[in-house]
């Protein structure tokens, strides 16, 4: 998930809390009694009475502004909702990055292909698995690659060249900020079982 969504997400939950808090504090600390905070005819219902009035209900449902405005207002709810739940699940399809200085359009799939090539063809690499994602408005991209290694090979001597690689891709890529995220793991050598 993006960061922005990420914090817009947890900035309207803090706010929905905030209101929640507010205003279960109200009703706790700032009068004696809740049933002297309801309306006053509210106050002498029995627990099994609606409190809208079936009269009063009856003659707004015969108001010929009634069904359109429900429906309408159901209709921009549900359609809001809806949008805002995709938008939650989308991965939709790979990003075109427009490279102003070759005029030319590369799609992030094929930026993963290139690294994956680039880092497996190193000495000491056995597998590469990158996963790019771009920040359109900060013009940034994040590479995470997933390096495995052989057994008998350390990281140190395989980051000078991915070191090497993660600049000329930056150049390459250059109205684009480039950073790469470096995991390593390694093959365990295992010895044959004898049975």
């Known amino acids: 998930m993006p960061r922005s969504r990420t914090i817009l997400n947890r900035v ?3 706010l929905c809390g905030l209101v929640a808090v507010a205003a279960g504090g109200r009703l706790c600390l700032g009068r004696s009694s809740w049933r002297s905070a309801v309306p006053e005819r509210w106050s002498a219902l029995g ?13 707004l449902r015969g108001q010929e502004w009634w069904v359109p405005t429900v429906m309408a207002a159901s209709t921009v709810a549900a359609v809001l909702l809806a949008w805002w739940g995709v938008r939650q699940l989308r991965t939709g399809k790979r990003r075109l990055m427009t490279l102003p200085a070759s005029r030319s359009q590369l799609r992030t ?4 292909d290139t690294l994956a090539t680039l880092v497996e063809s190193v000495d000491g690499v056995t597998h590469c698995r990158p996963r790019v994602r771009v920040a359109a408005r900060a013009r940034q991209l994040d590479a995470v690659l997933r390096v495995r290694l052989h057994h008998d ?9 991915l070191t090497r690689i993660a600049s000329d891709t930056g150049d390459a890529l250059a109205p684009y900020r480039f950073r790469m995220h470096i995991r390593f793991s390694a093959r365990s050598h295992r010895r044959p079982h004898v049975r």
């Open 153 to 161: 090979t350390t990281p140190s001597t395989v980051l000078p060249h």
């Open 47 to 59: 627990p099994h009475t609606p409190l809208v009035a079936p009269e009063r209900l009856a003659s």
């Open 109 to 112: 799939r094929a930026l993963e």
């Open 12 to 14: 309207a939950l803090a």
